[in-house]
């Protein structure tokens, strides 16, 4: 007898049969309708895209275990202890016309394939890098801010991501500049016009995004480096100065003469926290400005998966863990989702291990099929480097040399097994 639940993406486990979702499958990335939840990557695509699926009991592993003598102690506890909801804040989900009300929404589609677009990426993110290398230079000799100038430099990045963002989602992944300050404006400038295409923006809002991704982070540099870099909790006068750099960044910027408010709005307040706990205001929901709700994700995200001096870098679908599990709590979930949507689950430059024990890091995705992407592979399955690094798309190879299934098993920190991705010389 068919037997279909309706399960909330919290208490979903290893081992049951997912037949439908709460949206479209080709808002998914999963290929087929119906499928094994086999991984723990499996389990994080759920929850961060749905907020409920319908389980097929009869084809679910826990149906073909019944039975048996004994089931082990991990289930027996989450049994008696079903999963918590990580939503403390239980409301109606918005739609991108309401998350973004008095704006004209678009549709975008990519207009080139990764290796039309990377040359083009390429020369985008060194120019914005060179921007941002002379904008700090500039500011620590106490100049001041060319907005023009940046503005310019930002135009031909908001231009690729617009064809297809996976090539400068790849190099704001893998550029590592000689500073953690600069890598980190170019990256998350990358992550929010990203996730601007994703939800829908016009090009003038791509634009402010850019520059407010930039420019954020700006105020650090009156922050002395021995406690941006610290190891230590800072608590105090020495945490209040760290927090200080909100009101230095938009001084900067009001100074520069822009009448953005938008851009100043993420200097100051990107450190602002959905459920009220940030600074430097502890506004709280929809009073954080909406471009600084975007600026904190983005900041977050790219933070958690950065090298610092005091910490290594986590792995991406680490870090969208995370920020899935802060979902209305530290950020707006719908924010979240769309952030995710932007950048997958593996995004360009995420080092990755196939079922088959292969090696590879991830190229580029398919927009609704985000669980096979195309792959470089690196180490064969023994973690052996091959003689010549070559391409794999999983959406076309789903079989290894075995005749077995082939796809991805787990995301990998950066640097595992000693690669580093940024001497490819792609």
């Known amino acids: 007898m068919l037997e279909i639940v309706k399960v909330d993406v919290e208490n979903l486990e290893l081992g049951m049969f997912v037949s439908g979702l709460d949206r479209s499958w080709l808002e998914s990335p999963f290929a087929v309708q119906g499928f094994l939840i086999k991984t723990e990557e499996?389990?994080?695509?759920?929850?961060?895209?749905?907020?409920?699926?319908?389980?097929?009991?009869?084809?679910?592993?826990?149906?073909?275990?019944?039975?048996?003598?004994?089931?082990?102690?991990?289930?027996?506890?989450?049994?008696?202890?079903?999963?918590?909801?990580s939503n403390p804040i239980k409301r109606a989900r918005l739609g991108k016309a309401e998350l973004l009300p008095g704006?004209?929404?678009?549709?975008?589609?990519?207009?080139?394939?990764?290796?039309?677009?990377?040359?083009?990426?390429?020369?985008?993110?060194?120019?914005?890098?060179?921007?941002?290398?002379?904008?700090?230079?500039?500011?620590?000799?106490?100049?001041?801010?060319?907005?023009?100038?940046?503005?310019?430099?930002?135009?031909?990045?908001?231009?690729?991501?617009?064809?297809?963002?996976?090539?400068?989602?790849?190099?704001?992944?893998?550029?590592?500049?000689?500073?953690?300050?600069?890598?980190?404006?170019?990256?998350?400038?990358?992550?929010?016009?990203?996730?601007?295409?994703?939800?829908?923006l016009p090009k003038q809002d791509l634009k402010t995004l850019a520059v407010g991704g930039l420019l954020f982070d700006v105020g650090k540099l009156q922050v002395p480096p021995e406690l941006l870099n610290s190891p230590e909790r800072l608590e105090g006068e020495d945490l209040e100065r760290v927090r200080a750099h909100v009101h230095h960044g938009a001084a900067f910027i009001t100074e520069s003469g822009t009448l953005n408010n938008d851009i100043i709005a993420m200097a100051l307040h990107h450190h602002e926290r959905h459920d009220g706990s940030g600074y430097p205001d502890g506004l709280k929901g929809d009073d954080i400005p909406i471009f600084a709700r975007i600026a904190g994700i983005v900041d977050c995200y790219d933070a958690l998966t950065s090298d610092r001096s005091y910490a290594?870098?986590?792995?991406?679908?680490?870090?969208?863990?995370?920020?899935?599990?802060?979902?209305?709590?530290?950020?707006?979930?719908?924010?979240?989702?769309?952030?995710?949507?932007?950048?997958?689950?593996?995004?360009?430059?995420?080092?990755?291990?196939?079922?088959?024990?292969?090696?590879?890091?991830?190229?580029?995705?398919?927009?609704?099929?985000?669980?096979?992407?195309?792959?470089?592979?690196?180490?064969?399955?023994?973690?052996?480097?091959?003689?010549?690094?070559?391409?794999?798309?999983?959406?076309?190879?789903?079989?290894?040399a075995t005749g077995r299934p082939l796809e991805i098993l787990t995301s990998l920190a950066p640097g595992a097994h000693g690669i580093d991705p940024c001497r490819l010389g792609l």
């Not at 895209?49 to 082990?72: H, M, Q, T």
């Not at 549709?107 to 290796?115: G, N, V």
């Not at 020369?123 to 914005?128: E, M, N």
């Not at 231009?159 to 500049?177: E, H, K, V």
């Open 42 to 85: 499996d389990l994080a695509t759920l929850r961060a895209l749905c907020r409920y699926v319908f389980i097929d009991v009869e084809k679910g592993e826990e149906k073909e275990r019944r039975g048996s003598p004994r089931a082990s102690p991990a289930q027996h506890e989450r049994r008696r202890h079903p999963r918590k909801a």
């Open 103 to 200: 704006r004209e929404l678009t549709t975008y589609r990519d207009q080139s394939d990764w290796e039309t677009e990377y040359p083009q990426a390429t020369v985008a993110v060194d120019t914005l890098s060179a921007e941002v290398r002379g904008l700090y230079g500039s500011l620590a000799r106490g100049g001041a801010v060319d907005m023009l100038s940046i503005k310019r430099s930002v135009e031909p990045m908001i231009d690729s991501i617009t064809r297809n963002p996976d090539a400068c989602i790849w190099l704001a992944r893998l550029r590592q500049l000689d500073d953690y300050t600069y890598q980190h404006s170019v990256a998350t400038s990358i992550w929010a016009v990203a996730m601007g295409r994703q939800l829908g």
């Open 312 to 400: 290594r870098g986590q792995s991406p679908s680490s870090a969208i863990k995370y920020l899935h599990d802060a979902r209305d709590r530290e950020f707006q979930a719908e924010f979240v989702e769309e952030f995710i949507q932007a950048i997958g689950i593996y995004p360009a430059g995420t080092l990755v291990e196939l079922t088959s024990g292969e090696v590879a890091v991830v190229v580029s995705e398919y927009r609704s099929r985000r669980l096979r992407p195309r792959v470089l592979l690196l180490l064969d399955g023994d973690k052996q480097p091959l003689a010549e690094a070559r391409m794999l798309d999983l959406l076309e190879t789903t079989e290894d």
